[in-house]
């Protein structure tokens, strides 16, 4: 049967959300207030969406746009955790049209995709993609490999399911040792940049402004798609995590730890809190989000020698269990190939 779609001007935010709570991969960074995080911080955020012949949203994407000058009206265009695809072939086709035209109109040098496909295998993604003519990146903004944990069984399960030396640190020590877990309100937030900031310096890694965390927590904590968790020692707080929640997935997306008190293992204490967070908040997996892209004999063989780039967190997130999954990684829509054979030749340099 033949269906008529269009291309649905100026989506409601409110619409978009419901579209993409329905939707099997809806994910915490297609939903419009990840769009209004980031356009508090350098994007500007568009939701371009397809509707059928009643109106109801089929498919569609929030894209990101970045300047790379203000005095250069040239951009580059960045869909994390999407598109959110029809059913219907014929709706995706004129979804890939509507993107092309929204980037074109926003300068885009290129487009980079990175879909959500760790949750659930797709094994038609990449043909699809590569039918739209994207190409494989190997420059990803999101880490592509990652570990998921199932949350569906009860405690005892997912306890099980972690190595003994992580399940031990986890419910016993922390707890042994006189570790205090909150969840965090927004005066915690100082503290949380605190530990974010001797992280960042200890492990050698960029961390966001002060602000960004806390307009993070402002936009997803009310509602409870986000908490703020810390672990803390006779008043001290020594270790904290903002873990993301979207539908039934479950994102460790921010982590901090002081350099104080490691002994009493703060950081196994509060991950450990945030898994049992997302769980009674209805999570059935839990994303650590990010190890190296490695594959799992690689991982198992180098993860006590190496500590550069994601390696240094590898070996916590190890312990916990779950799967080691791979996406289809980044996928490049190039719109301007002068101007991004350039802009690749300056990220070679940069490297």
């Given at each position: 049967?033949?269906m008529?779609y269009?291309?649905?001007?100026?989506?409601?935010?409110?619409?978009?959300?419901?579209?993409?709570?329905?939707?099997?991969?809806?994910?915490t960074?297609?939903?419009?207030?990840?769009?209004?995080?980031?356009?508090?911080?350098g994007?500007?955020?568009q939701?371009?969406?397809?509707?059928?012949?009643?109106?109801?949203?089929?498919?569609?994407?929030?894209?990101?746009?970045?300047?790379?000058?203000?005095?250069?009206?040239?951009?580059?265009?960045?869909?994390?955790?999407?598109?959110l695809?029809?059913?219907?072939?014929?709706?995706?086709?004129l979804?890939?049209?509507?993107?092309?035209?929204?980037?074109t109109?926003?300068?885009?040098i290129f487009v980079?995709?990175?879909?959500?496909?760790?949750?659930?295998?797709?094994?038609e993604?990449?043909?699809?993609?590569?039918?739209?003519?994207?190409?494989p990146?190997?420059?990803?903004?999101?880490p592509?490999?990652?570990?998921?944990?199932?949350?569906?069984?009860?405690?005892?399960?997912?306890?099980?399911?972690?190595?003994?030396?992580?399940r031990?640190?986890?419910s016993?020590?922390?707890?042994?040792?006189?570790?205090v877990?909150?969840?965090g309100?927004?005066?915690?937030?100082?503290?949380f940049?605190?530990?974010?900031?001797?992280?960042?310096?200890?492990?050698?890694?960029g961390v966001?402004?002060?602000e960004?965390?806390?307009?993070?927590?402002?936009?997803?904590?009310?509602?409870?798609?986000?908490?703020?968790?810390i672990?803390?020692?006779?008043g001290?707080?020594?270790?904290g995590?903002?873990?993301?929640?979207?539908?039934t997935?479950?994102?460790?997306?921010?982590?901090?730890?002081?350099?104080e008190?490691?002994?009493?293992?703060?950081?196994?204490?509060?991950?450990?809190?945030?898994?049992?967070?997302?769980?009674?908040?209805?999570?059935?997996?839990?994303?650590?989000?990010?190890?190296?892209?490695?594959?799992?004999?690689?991982?198992?063989?180098?993860?006590?020698?190496r500590?550069?780039?994601?390696w240094?967190?590898?070996?916590?997130?190890?312990?916990?269990g779950?799967?080691?999954?791979r996406?289809?990684?980044?996928?490049?829509?190039?719109?301007?190939?002068p101007?991004?054979?350039?802009?690749q030749?300056?990220?070679?340099?940069?490297?």
């Open positions: 049967m033949f008529t269009q291309i649905l001007k100026n989506t409601p935010a409110d619409a978009w959300d419901r579209f993409v709570d329905a939707h099997i991969d809806g994910h960074l297609q939903c419009s207030d990840w769009g209004r995080l980031k356009s508090d911080f994007w500007q955020a939701i371009v969406a397809i509707t059928d012949a009643q109106g109801q949203i089929v498919a569609g994407v929030q894209l990101l746009y970045r300047r790379l000058h203000r005095l250069i009206p040239l951009s580059i265009g960045y869909i994390p955790a999407g598109p695809f029809a059913a219907d072939p014929a709706a995706n086709k979804l890939w049209q509507a993107i092309d035209r929204a980037a109109r926003h300068g885009a980079k995709v990175e879909p959500c496909d760790w949750y659930r295998e797709r094994p993604l990449p043909v699809q993609l590569a039918a739209a003519g994207l190409k990146s190997v420059q990803t903004i999101q592509p490999r990652t570990v998921v944990i199932d949350l569906s069984g009860d405690e005892d399960a997912i306890l099980k399911a972690m190595n003994q030396s992580t031990y640190k986890a016993k020590v922390a707890p042994k040792k006189d570790i877990i909150r969840v309100t927004r005066a915690d937030l100082d503290s940049n605190a530990l974010m900031a001797v992280t960042g310096d200890r492990d050698s890694f966001h402004a002060p960004y965390y806390r307009r993070a927590y402002e936009l997803f904590a009310p509602d409870e798609r986000c908490a703020l968790l672990a803390s020692y006779e001290k707080d020594l270790a995590v903002m873990v993301f929640r979207h539908g997935k479950a994102c460790y997306l921010y982590g901090a730890s002081s350099n008190e490691r002994n009493r293992m703060p950081t196994f204490g509060v991950q450990w809190a945030a898994m049992r967070w997302a769980r009674e908040h209805g999570a059935t997996c839990y994303d650590l989000w990010g190890i190296p892209d490695s594959d799992e004999a690689t991982l198992d063989a180098q993860f006590e020698s500590h550069d780039g994601l240094g967190v590898y070996g916590f997130k190890r312990g916990w779950g799967r080691v999954v996406s289809v990684g980044a996928w490049d829509k190039v719109y301007n190939p101007a991004y054979k350039l802009y030749l300056i990220l070679k340099r940069r490297a």
